[in-house]
């Protein structure tokens, strides 16, 4: 487990949100669907956020500015610094035969660097307009749909489905493709086991998402 | 000592942030085993966190045969939170510590503030352990009591050997939008920087009226932090939400702790051991020979 203050690069505006380009020290980028986290400005406690993309010597994070922590990492300029640690949880499994990448929203986020390892395989995106849509820009191959077409209404029989965005919609992707490994989403505090605030319950039972998770296999 | 506050660190997931205090206090372990309460369990403020995790623990019996021998294997001594419903509960699992020689010392949580309180007051549960277990006890109390004076005093003669202070506050926070509680179970217990001068008050005014030993814990961020409230009269600093921010936080507090200390011309800060109750120095006279203040 390893942390570092690492400098801002860039702050580039996609749709609603920002991919903000750290550099990347000494942290290793880890496996697509781990995640980091940022120390939010002026804030107790850090935003966990999965890597998007891993440019050489950088780190991209795709960020929704939805409250103040999140506000105060998109408005980060250039030359700012903040801690990082990570990388923490479990990633996507990669070994096999029909990738399709399933992404709803932000949760669009871990998915250009998950498509990187898998060799650019299909992903269907749902956002919830076309500003949000621009997101799709960063993941090849995608087809993209908007409100109220969902994507569930995309994924074709017999594909191995990795999937990432809001409970509804992964709820919705597991009672299609009961297979799919799912990224999930839980506030956390610390994002390394300590405090048991992300618990979610899954299958009847609490799980600590930043330790068993944030991947988990549906079935 | 440096510890950790119960519930703010799981040593069996991270052995070095364990390593790197003087003593690991365990998450907060009741008879049988709990999963916690209802997601969602955590909310940031705009001065601090609130929590509502609920004691989720495997139970006496799991914590015993296994994570208490894994905790062994960690170098570091350990003291176990024991948390329950009811004096029987408290005293079950104490007499089950008693003969471990992994545990250093137990913590008496008479007051979570996220599950329902045992209706015996804390001196009777600490009475209950007493009688079941020769390991050193501390009593963690709350500072939400109109006099906890009064509690530590009846602790005391109830036979703890030590107070911790303070357990979280309790606090609710509403989603902005909704105007609905944002915590699963509705309110949870407040942690972080908003709990400091709470802490260093309950501190001041538990040395005043035991002289027991205390660790001291609410909203320590820093060194200087640390160093009011062994100036308060705490023995001991324990760190809570700082740990989630920084895991790195013994270290650094720890470092930051000697620095204060002798920036304000303690030889070793230890000796800054419940200055607070001592008469104000006199500007102009004894701050010559601490002139880096």
């Known amino acids: 487990m390893r942390r570092e203050r690492l400098k801002v690069v860039a702050g580039e505006e996609v749709g609603p949100y920002t991919l903000v380009r750290i550099e990347r020290g000494g942290l290793d980028p880890g496996a697509p669907g781990q995640f980091f986290m940022l120390e939010a400005p002026g804030r107790l406690l850090p935003r966990p956020m999965s890597l998007c993309l891993a440019p050489r010597g950088e780190l991209a994070f795709l960020i929704d500015p939805i409250g103040p922590g999140t506000r105060a990492l998109c408005a980060m300029e250039p030359g700012d610094h903040l801690q990082v640690l990570g990388p923490l949880g479990n990633g996507f499994r990669l070994e096999l035969d029909r990738p399709l990448l399933v992404g709803g929203g932000i949760g669009v986020a871990p998915l250009p660097h998950l498509s990187e390892a898998l060799k650019q395989p299909p992903a269907v995106l749902g956002f919830r307009s076309e500003w949000h849509a621009q997101a799709a820009e960063l993941v090849p191959n995608a087809q993209t749909c908007v409100e109220p077409t969902l994507v569930t209404q995309l994924i074709p029989e017999g594909m191995d489905v990795l999937a990432c965005g809001p409970e509804p919609m992964l709820e919705a992707v597991r009672a299609v493709a009961p297979d799919a490994q799912l990224a999930w989403e839980a506030p956390m505090a610390c994002g390394y086991g300590a405090c048991y605030g992300c618990a979610v319950e899954i299958d009847g039972e609490l799980k600590r998402l930043c330790v068993e998770g944030p991947v988990l296999c549906a079935a | ?293």
């Open chain 2, 1 to 293: 000592m440096l510890l950790n506050a119960s519930g703010c660190l799981d040593a069996l997931t991270a052995p070095d942030v364990a390593r790197a205090l003087d003593a690991f206090v365990t998450k907060t372990v009741t008879p049988l085993p709990r999963d916690g309460n209802t997601p969602v369990r955590i909310a940031e403020t705009d001065v601090g966190m609130l929590n509502s995790i609920g004691l989720a623990n495997p139970g006496i019996d799991r914590f015993v045969t296994r994570n208490l021998p894994r905790l062994g294997e960690l170098g570091v001594p350990i003291w176990v939170s024991v948390g329950g419903f009811e004096t029987d509960d408290y005293a079950e699992i104490c007499s089950r510590l008693d003969d471990h020689a992994e545990v250093s010392a137990i913590e008496l949580n008479v007051s979570c503030p996220n599950v329902e309180a045992p209706a015996e007051s804390a001196a009777q549960i600490v009475a209950a352990a007493r009688l079941a277990t020769r390991k050193p006890l501390w009593a963690k109390l709350s500072p939400a009591v109109p006099d906890i004076a009064e509690v530590a005093r009846a602790a005391q003669a109830a036979g703890a050997d030590g107070l911790s202070l303070v357990n979280t506050i309790r606090g609710l926070k509403l989603d902005a939008r909704t105007l609905r509680p944002v915590l699963g179970p509705g309110q949870g217990g407040l942690s972080g920087p908003a709990l400091r001068p709470i802490a260093l008050a309950a501190v001041a005014t538990c040395y005043r009226a035991t002289q027991l030993p205390i660790v001291g814990m609410g909203g320590v961020q820093n060194g200087l932090d640390a160093l009011e409230l062994i100036a308060a009269g705490a023995r001991h600093v324990a760190l809570g939400t700082i740990l989630f921010a920084d895991p790195d936080a013994p270290a650094r507090v720890r470092a930051e702790l000697h620095t204060a200390g002798a920036e304000r011309g303690w030889r070793a800060y230890e000796d800054a051991y419940a200055v607070a109750h001592e008469e104000a120095l006199s500007v102009g006279t004894t701050l010559d020979d601490r002139s880096s203040l």
